[in-house]
């Protein structure tokens, strides 16, 4: 199968998987016991987490381990509005969010705040302008993504940041799953970051929450007091040393890699444009190319590219199954037969020009075949 689905996982690095190894023989201690080897453990713990705090630039920041960024969604938004009640009811976030926030803020919603949506601009960016008319004393978090997991659009985060420095009230929380190795960000100054392993090339079941300051949070789920009272539970330690590792070496290459993938970004575009039914969403970070063929259901096109052997998503795997249509192509404005014909092509470190050649034929070919009903 060749690979194009990266924003929906990864492969782990050889040399991640061979930490993994390690950490799992050498240190499989529990870090929070008091022996020797515990102690080790829980060494080798604070070496991972000063590393990935140095490696995201986030020195002075301190980092909740969890699951996935799902787990992290939750806490920051859960903890922080268990706290904010009694300062304001209103959240402004995206219309481009990920359902691990979405559905989180709709849950609060009844607990009586209010979700107002920021308005997208054409090239899938949030609208600055906007965001501004909605701020008052009453909002008390903004959680904006960092790099939208459909078209690849880059929010600009160091912008925001700057403009909630006149609301000190206000918690901001950035989504950056999708945007390790992407997009170069400045996150210093935003209250809370999601992170997950998976997404760049570490193994599943690991993820990350920087956070400000730990005395804005406090724990959604209760135990033995784990990452400083917020995430209770045994500490993954092997997936924790793959994550440092996968890290370090995603943003080691991410400048060759993205180079690599925008000049494969380009191909896959020349290669459609004399497809009249094929409808092009806007550049934006070059790993993710998502197309619509009109008249087409996206599954029908998946389906069909999966049967050539490439394997390809609708418009994100999470919310593929759901009969809805995408939140991020309806914030653009796209008429239905663009939304419901959309696929998501993306593509990672691992990916060849060889496949992007056998793609772009793929695509022609489901083209030919679908013949009538695109229009
Ligand atoms: N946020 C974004 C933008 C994502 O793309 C994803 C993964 N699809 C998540 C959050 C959830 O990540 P995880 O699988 O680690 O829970």
Redesign the pocket.
Known sequence: MIYFDN???TAPYKEALEAYMTASEKYFYNTASIHQSGKDAARLLEAARAQILELMDLKKYDLVFTS????S?NIAIQSMLKKKKQFGKTILTSEL??P??VNVLEEMKKDGFTVKYINTMADGTVDLEHLKILLNSDVVFVTV?A???IIGSVQPIKEITGMLKDYPKIHFHV?A??AIGKADLDYNGVDTI?I?A??FNGVKGI?GLFVRDLATLRAVQYGGGHEYNIRSGTVNLPGIVAMAKALRLTLGEAREVNKRLSRFNKKIRDGVKGLKAVYLQPEAAPYIVNMSFAGAKGEVVVNALSKRGIAVSTT???ASKLATLNETLLALDNEDKIIEGSIRISMGRNTAEDDVNKLITALQEVYEELGDVLK
């Not at 996935?68 to 787990?71: I, K, R, V």
């Open positions: 924003a929906a996982t996935s960024a799902t787990e969604n969010e990920h691990s926030i993504m790099l939208n997991n989504d799953t999708q999601s997950s998976h997404k993820g994100s795997a999470c």
